[in-house]
């Protein structure tokens, strides 16, 4: 799932998409859903059941840190991820994959945990801010806001980690950290490789 960038400029996922024809080329049935792209155009249709107050989850960055520790509640912005979760289709899904950047990271999390609620499916979070992160500071973020919903954080490329831990049907009792920085991208710039895939039903909409 390619997350809400609240504070960027809409592209399609390249990085995703090179993932999912990693492990489309192993047998593995995957896909992307651009939850970026899919709100923004809904925004722009003036739906009101369907749009989602991007300034609000932009401005206040710091309730959604304590609503995830359990400290303060915030029914607008509730409603607001709950509308980001309404557009996922879970049907037929035993593992999710979200990025996520540093200003969306807590958005991530909240929608994670929305996400477990309605499908307990295995959930992993990457991105440039679990990249920035060292395994000692993402403990600190573990314990702080009391992880137990997503499965893996993966820092770096991860294809060949993504795809192991996809076939390994085992669950983590607890959040585990994977660096996968030595899991280079210039690895796998092979004919079978080079060609991103993404879901065809969003490439309309950029």
């Known amino acids: 799932i390619n997350t809400l960038k609240i504070r960027r400029y809409t592209f399609p996922p390249y990085g995703l998409a090179l993932i999912n024809a990693f492990l489309q080329k192993n047998n593995i049935d995957s896909d992307i859903f651009d939850l970026d792209i899919v709100t923004k155009y809904d925004n722009s249709q003036q739906n009101q059941s369907k749009n989602v107050d991007i300034r609000c989850l932009r401005n206040n960055y710091w309730d959604l840190a304590l609503m995830l520790k359990g400290e303060k509640r915030n029914d607008y912005i509730n409603l607001q991820i709950d509308k980001l979760a309404s557009k996922l289709d879970l049907t037929n899904i035993d593992f999710i994959g979200l990025n996520s950047h540093e200003y969306e990271l807590y958005v991530s999390l909240i929608l994670a945990q929305k996400i477990k609620q309605k499908k307990n499916c295995r959930i992993a ?21 009391k992880i137990d919903y997503v499965d893996y954080f993966i820092s770096g490329p ?23 920085d030595n899991e280079g991208i210039e690895r796998f710039y092979l004919p079978d490789y080079e060609v991103p895939i993404y879901n065809r039903q969003h490439l309309d909409l950029y």
Request: glycine fraction near 6%.
């Open 125 to 145: 979070i990457g991105g440039s801010y679990i990249k920035r992160c060292q395994s000692d500071r993402m403990q600190k973020l573990i314990e702080e806001f």
């Open 158 to 180: 991860g294809y060949e980690t993504f795809l192991k831990i996809i076939l390994d049907n085992t669950r983590p009792n607890k959040p585990v950290y994977l660096n996968t």
